[in-house]
């Protein structure tokens, strides 16, 4: 891995040569946690250097974006998190261009820097925040980013295949606790430990879902007024952050015990404790302190339209911009509720090697992906990937999502959705275990059958 990582910064002092050549520079990243703290540590560095930027945030990146950004005629543009399966694209269209990305590659690019280049996967090894954290330490110090770098990677859920971060992400932790900026250690993984009351913690969770208790305010209550000998302290229901070492051991062992005599399964038990991280600089009892809680605060500024409130926020705004974004983040997890308890009611059809649900107009696209993650702790069959569809303004979104066990025995979503989307007029790509697409209305059914043979394919042939 540090042969891998010293590689990445030879090609990114490469890309640094080029824009230190330019006063004006145009940042186009993807409206997700990973591409705000992607945007945010470029920006960051570039400031740094007193280098003028504007900033732009796209759903993907396709033809019609490469055209108008290349009529705007910029000097540079860097592309972070996108851009790495549009190179050719970008070519053609006369684009100068840095691309600092972690999706699969499609084509060369001389300025192009991504760790599948070198060796490294980028759905669990490295983000498209960590590939810029690279490139922003080729441009100067701003090894104190580290903590964004991290952020970023919890937003793409790259911890999910070890239940902590691994390969190049886990060399830029270390320079991030060295940098006294984030730490690490072991502790309960539900969502919410810096924010919300306990019981929520129970009441919200979906991986792993816990039957009884997900969904279900009272039991939750109940849950801890029989485990927890103080629930409430002065201010109402105490947080995670608010119980001792004792309380915090008490509470995990009925927890376990409690899962374990409603039968589920131990892969799934394990996953409630695992590595957590920190941020050090961040305010106690704050989203920011903890480093999924900040990355979904992120998500719901992004996915929502306003990417320039997370913007702000990656980048120090702790006034109106912090404001705004809970704001957004309590309508972000309604959402999120609203389209679970969507995709329970309405279930999932089977297909041989896949199952999948349609939103239609029930689900926003740009947070059908997330759902599509979070319902395969609704679905008893984690032997098959879930395709979930949504309808756009400009086609219908399709978004895949995988596990570890299906990768191991073949599974390739970016590729598989690449493919069957173009066959039917469509655009798409990602990572392994989770990718996207947009295809023609229309084309549902026809894609869909493709789709199904294709990752039957996939799965086939990795056997012989
Ligand atoms: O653009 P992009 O890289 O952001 O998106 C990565 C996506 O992959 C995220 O939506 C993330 O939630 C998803 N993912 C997943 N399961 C994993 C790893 C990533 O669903 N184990
Ligand atoms: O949108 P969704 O969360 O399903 O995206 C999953 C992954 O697929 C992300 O990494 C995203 O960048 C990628 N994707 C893509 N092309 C699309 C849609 C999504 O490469 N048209
Ligand atoms: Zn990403």
């Not at 992607?38 to 055209?67: H, P």
């Not at 549009?86 to 699969?104: F, R, W």
């Not at 302290?233 to 995670?240: A, F, H, N, S």
């Not at 309604?334 to 041989?352: A, C, D, I, R, Y």
Request: with cysteine.
């Amino acid at each position: 891995m540090l042969e891998t990582m010293e590689q990445m910064r030879a090609r990114a002092s490469q890309c640094a040569e080029e824009i230190k050549k330019h006063s004006l520079i145009h940042v186009v990243s993807h409206i997700d946690a990973d591409g705000l703290t992607s945007a945010g540590i470029i920006c960051t560095a570039l400031d740094r250097m007193g280098t003028n930027y504007s900033t732009r945030f796209v759903k993907q990146l396709d033809d019609m974006i490469i055209t108008d950004l290349a009529d705007q005629n910029h000097e540079l543009v860097i592309f972070t998190d996108l851009g790495s399966g549009m190179l050719e694209s970008i070519k053609s269209h006369g684009i100068n261009a840095i691309v600092s990305d972690h999706h699969q590659p499609k084509g060369e690019m001389q300025n192009h820097i991504n760790p599948h280049l070198f060796g490294a996967n980028g759905s669990y090894e490295l983000s498209g925040s960590g590939t810029t954290y690279i490139l922003a330490n080729a441009l100067g110090d701003n090894r104190d980013l580290a903590d964004l770098a991290i952020v970023g990677a919890m937003g793409d859920l790259q911890h999910m295949k070890m239940g902590y971060l691994t390969g190049i992400n886990r060399l830029i932790l270390k320079e991030g606790v060295d940098s006294n900026v984030i730490n690490f250690e072991k502790d309960i993984t539900l969502f919410g430990k810096q924010t919300r009351p306990v019981f929520k913690l129970l009441q919200f969770a979906s991986d792993p879902y816990l039957p009884g208790l997900t969904g279900q305010e009272d039991a939750c209550k109940n849950f801890l007024s029989k485990h927890v000998t103080r629930v409430s302290g002065d201010e109402g229901w105490r947080r995670w952050i608010e119980y001792d070492r004792d309380e915090k051991q008490k509470f995990v062992s009925a927890l376990v015990q409690y899962c374990l005599s409603a039968g589920l399964q131990s892969y799934k038990i394990e996953r409630l404790i695992g590595e957590v991280y920190t941020l050090l600089k961040e305010g106690e009892g704050t989203e920011m302190r903890d480093a999924s809680e900040y990355s979904t605060l992120l998500n719901a500024t992004a996915r929502y339209d306003h990417a320039e409130i997370g913007l702000a926020v990656c980048m120090g705004n702790r006034g109106d911009a912090y404001e705004q974004a809970r704001k957004l983040l309590a309508e972000h997890r309604k959402n999120l509720v609203e389209g679970l308890m969507f995709v329970k009611k309405q279930g999932l059809s089977k297909l041989t090697n896949l199952q999948y649900f349609d939103a239609g107009s029930s689900i926003r696209e740009t947070i059908v992906g997330i759902i599509a993650g979070m319902s395969t702790s609704i679905t008893n069959d984690r032997s098959l990937p879930i395709i979930a569809f949504a309808d756009t303004d400009d086609g219908v979104k399709v978004s895949a999502r995988g596990t570890q066990d299906l990768i191991r025995k073949g599974l390739n979503l970016s590729e598989a959705m690449s493919k069957v989307s173009a066959e039917v007029g469509g655009a798409g790509g990602g990572h392994d275990i989770a990718a996207g697409a947009t295809i023609p209305v229309g084309a549902k059914n026809e894609f869909i059958q493709k789709l199904d043979d294709m990752i039957g394919m996939q799965i086939r042939n990795s056997k012989q």
